[in-house]
């Protein structure tokens, strides 16, 4: 996790001092606050990072004399097919035609939404047991 | 439905005898049963989430294609009659925001990188399929959104692809049209962060072992940083357009200037409420000119992945390639200002430096292209076709670029003709390095070739088309032809210009129908590629084509940013970065892999 949170540190820092330097000569807040906003996306999970980095040290992805079975165990829980993000994209649709054509279009987009969420969250729940 | 993949704990061997397995690859199959259009409405599989998104996004350029056509044909005569200045409005808006926000990040970041990077970095699947999934049917539903103002009495939207307040306030565009783009801009933006999210989180934590930061692939490491740009850029935009629906709806006076009325109790009040226009252009830029980058590092990515494989040689500089992204992605996030040169009330210094250091790493990758290819075997397919000319025509968009980071010089050609031919310039390069990327990795996703001449032709038809087009583009701007004119009556001497670009722009049309024509051939007659037609690089060059659910049956060790290349020339000499390793340098190369 080394080089990802040096990668994102240094962006942040990158963009701080740029911050300043803006902010300082232009005195213009909109441009401003959107660079302090960037630099402080550098630095959050930059240091998130760094602080899983500590504590775990290299992992077989940052070794390059990692053999494959050096990784062996659990990659992760990958869904096999699921129809809830459609049915969630389904419902924010809805919410967008209700912004523009009237709000009638909420009711079935929020019922979709909130189905989609629930079924989302059991699948998620039992799926691992399923396997 | 739920897949727990684990790595086989079974020791591997040398890089060129291990073929270790991967995942619990006997039964992958199982899980997906279903097939046809539920398959597609149900699945989290990062390839055909990605073709879903290539096949939408090409369907987007052919729209956005049309639309361009049209504009063409009506400026191809000083008094063109095709539409009216109210419809010709609405298609220029349309045309660019349909190829901006539909196909041209889109393509890149969310088809043919959904599809690759996994692959490229010896993992199963994006990090969140599902999410991945959602990414996908918010940009369907975007598109199908923006799409749908056409469908509308007032018509789409109508005041340019950049949405300027006070333009798209609800005085001057009233109207579903105007409403329908910003909730399509809405949706595709999440679809975008979601995305982003995605593919740092796959990046960072799928990754082989072996796999380390400075051996993943350039186009990998591409799309690494056009994740966190979209990370910095979207939710500015996607803000942005909140209070720009809010502006319209809500009584608010965020980019608007005017009274604000409201009722309490049944009273009605008003105040003094004043709004800033031009904050409305620095959010937008802020989003704006890291998109450019977000638009053009993946296919940067592309011709990377391209050039060395055509060249027979290592890629020339790979931590300088790394290093330049790096500080392409860092500096675009203070260049926006340079689009408001003309408002009056930017820090011009500040950002036409900033501007003008970008030219640096952007030369550095071209320095880098050029050394791949230097002393190689250039073998001169289709894919390499596209790469050389992706190069000509996006140094031609970046020098002229140049140009425009120069105040004085930006004043004067500011909102004329140069301006549309800059940036066609770029954009047309994106196409062309986007068709550079199918028809290398064509053989890996569907398993057949193109057909070789089909494709140079379409290569010619295209990269000459595109030359045709823009360059008259630069005159006119020089002549002082403004951009967004629907007629020149006054100035009929442009009108030689103007045929010359729609001349380009149908041979750019032509070209396109050879692609189908091509696409229909591979289709019906079919040339089967193995999984290692072109004797590549990546991991993806591993796996069979197309690759099995999940991806691999088995992985080599990887010791280089080329793990399969490896695999297959055991003998060849070891890549070491960090050494003055002499077959580095243009042209040894060729002999030290012989």
Not at chain 2, 54 to 78: E, H, K, N, Y
Not at chain 2, 233 to 251: E, I, N, S
Not at chain 2, 269 to 287: C, D, K, M, R, S
């Amino acid at each position: 996790m080394k080089v990802e949170s040096r990668l994102l540190l240094w962006l942040g820092v990158f963009v701080g001092i740029l911050a300043i330097v803006y902010l300082i000569w232009s005195g213009e807040y909109g441009g401003g606050v959107m660079l302090v906003g960037t630099c402080l996306l550098g630095l959050f999970p930059g240091l998130y990072y760094a602080f899983w980095h500590k504590r775990m040290g290299h992992r077989p992805e940052d070794t390059e004399e990692a053999m494959i079975p050096d990784g062996a165990g659990v990659v992760g829980t990958f869904p096999g097919s699921s129809i809830w993000p459609f049915v969630l994209g389904m419902g924010s649709w809805l919410m967008v035609m209700a912004l523009v054509f009237g709000t009638w279009f909420a009711v079935p987009g929020i019922a979709l939404i909130v189905v989609a969420l629930a079924g989302g969250t059991a699948e998620s729940r039992r799926g691992g047991e399923q396997h | 439905m739920v897949d727990v993949l684990e790595r086989p704990a079974a020791a591997g061997g040398d890089a060129h005898d291990d073929h270790v397995g991967h995942g619990d690859d006997g039964h992958h199959e199982e899980h997906h049963a279903v097939h046809g259009l539920l398959n597609w409405l149900t699945t989290t599989d990062h390839k055909v989430i990605g073709m879903s998104y290539l096949v939408t996004s090409v369907l987007m350029l052919v729209i956005g294609g049309a639309f361009a056509m049209m504009i063409r044909a009506q400026l191809a005569t000083p008094d063109g009659t095709l539409v009216n200045l109210a419809q010709y409005n609405q298609l220029f808006t349309m045309h660019g925001s349909v190829m901006i926000y539909l196909f041209a990040g889109p393509f890149a970041f969310g088809g043919l990188a959904n599809y690759l990077i996994p692959i490229q970095i010896g993992a199963p699947d994006m990090a969140f399929p599902r999410l991945n999934a959602l990414s996908y049917w918010l940009y369907l539903t975007g598109s199908i959104t923006m799409l749908l103002g056409f469908a509308t009495a007032g018509g789409p939207a109508n005041f340019g692809w950049v949405g300027y307040a006070p333009l798209s306030d609800a005085i001057n565009a009233p109207g579903a049209g105007a409403d329908l783009w910003i909730g399509a801009l809405m949706l595709t933006g999440f679809s975008a962060i979601f995305t982003g999210v995605n593919l740092v989180a796959t990046i960072f934590y799928l990754r082989a072992p072996g796999m380390t930061m400075f051996r993943m692939p350039i186009f990998t490491w591409n799309m690494l940083v056009v994740g966190i740009l979209i990370l910095i850029a979207f939710p500015v935009l996607t803000a942005g357009l909140v209070m720009l629906f809010a502006d319209r709806h809500f009584g608010t006076h965020i980019y608007t200037v005017g009274p604000n009325f409201y009722t309490i109790s049944g009273h009605l009040y008003h105040q003094a409420a004043g709004g800033v226009p031009v904050l409305w252009q620095h959010i937008f830029w802020f989003w704006g000119h890291p998109e450019v980058y977000i638009l053009a590092l993946p296919f940067f990515g592309m011709v990377t992945e391209i050039i060395p494989v055509f060249s027979r040689k290592p890629l020339f500089g790979y931590k300088g390639m790394v290093f330049a992204t790096m500080a392409i992605a860092a500096l675009s996030v203070g260049v926006w200002a340079h689009h408001m040169f003309t408002t009056g009330v930017v820090l011009l210094p500040f950002f036409s430096f900033m501007t003008y250091l970008i030219s640096i790493p952007t030369g550095i990758k071209f320095f880098n292209w050029i050394g791949t290819m230097w002393g190689g075997q250039i073998t001169y397919s289709a894919a390499m076709l596209f790469s050389i000319g992706f190069l000509l025509t996006f140094l031609i968009g970046g020098i002229t670029g140049i140009i425009l980071a120069s105040p004085p010089l930006d004043f004067f050609t500011h909102d004329t003709y140069f301006v549309v031919a800059h940036f066609h310039s770029v954009v047309m390069a994106l196409v062309i390095g986007g068709m550079a990327g199918m028809y290398f990795w064509c053989p890996k996703i569907t398993g057949r070739f193109f057909n070789e001449r089909l494709g140079k032709l379409q290569f010619w038809l295209l990269f000459i088309g595109s030359m045709v087009f823009v360059g008259p583009g630069y005159l006119l701007g020089l002549k002082g032809m403004p951009r967004r004119m629907a007629v020149y009556v006054l100035n009929p001497e442009w009108q030689h210009l103007n045929e010359l670009s729609t001349v380009g722009a149908y041979l750019i049309a032509i070209s396109t129908l050879v692609f189908v024509v091509n696409v229909i051939v591979m289709w019906r007659s079919p040339k089967i590629a193995g999984p290692n037609p072109w004797d590549a690089n990546g991991l993806e060059w591993f796996t069979t084509s197309p690759p099995p659910h999940h991806n691999f049956y088995s992985l080599p060790n990887i010791r280089s940013e080329r793990p399969t290349w490896d695999y297959n020339h055991p003998d060849a000499p070891a890549l070491h970065h960090d050494d003055h390793d002499p077959t580095h340098v243009p042209g040894n190369k060729v002999e030290a892999m012989a």
